[in-house]
């Protein structure tokens, strides 16, 4: 009977076990955070028509009760209450900024910029680094790789550049590298 996973020791797991586990693992947890994304996004959209729906019963004298006791908020959108950003707000927690050739453009701007002019295979570590420079702290570099993930996933769905299939976190501008 082979050894259970508790019984095997690290020497017995090869380097190439760890990172495959490590890349399967890293998969999930990016799927699950499109997924996340996605039901974050249409659970805003159905607060912003919900609210919709109470401002325009308020105005129309109905539900007057409703109205008058509780105030109602402007729907969110991209996380400030009413305020669109359309992806050109910067990067201003923790400090974290772009580096000088990407401070003009949007964060899929820049992205595709990255992935054009490095050509082939990038991932998405090394698209961090490039956007916001080697000096990050480990917190700065969560952050940050948070925001550029999303970002890839997004620009993924929208058909702006590629995931490779085989290989997690790691995008290219085409197919055809």
């Not at 797991?13 to 890349?23: A, G, K, N």
């Not at 729907?75 to 950003?85: E, S, V």
């Not at 550029?148 to 976190?169: C, F, H, I, M, N």
Request: positive net charge.
């Amino acid at each position: 009977m082979p050894p259970t996973m508790s019984e095997k020791t690290a020497m017995d797991i090869s380097p190439e076990q760890i990172e495959l586990s490590l890349r399967t693992l890293r998969h999930s947890y990016q799927t699950l955070l499109e997924e996340f994304d996605r039901c974050r996004e249409y659970a805003k959209l159905q607060l912003s028509q919900v609210e919709l729906l109470l401002s325009v019963a308020a105005k129309n004298g109905k539900m007057h009760d409703l109205s008058t006791k509780t105030p109602l908020s402007k729907p969110l959108i991209n996380g400030t209450a009413g305020q669109k950003t359309k992806g050109r707000r910067r990067e201003r927690v923790q400090g974290l900024k772009f580096s000088k050739p990407y401070q003009s453009l949007t964060m899929h701007e820049a992205i595709a910029k990255i992935l054009k002019d490095k050509g082939g295979a990038v991932d998405t570590d090394t698209i961090v680094y490039e956007l916001y420079g080697q000096n990050l702290t480990p917190e700065q570099f969560k952050v940050a790789k948070d925001r550029v993930t999303k970002s890839l996933s997004k620009g993924k769905q929208e058909g702006k550049w590629y995931r490779l299939p085989d290989r997690a976190g790691v995008y290219t501008a085409s197919l055809e590298y």
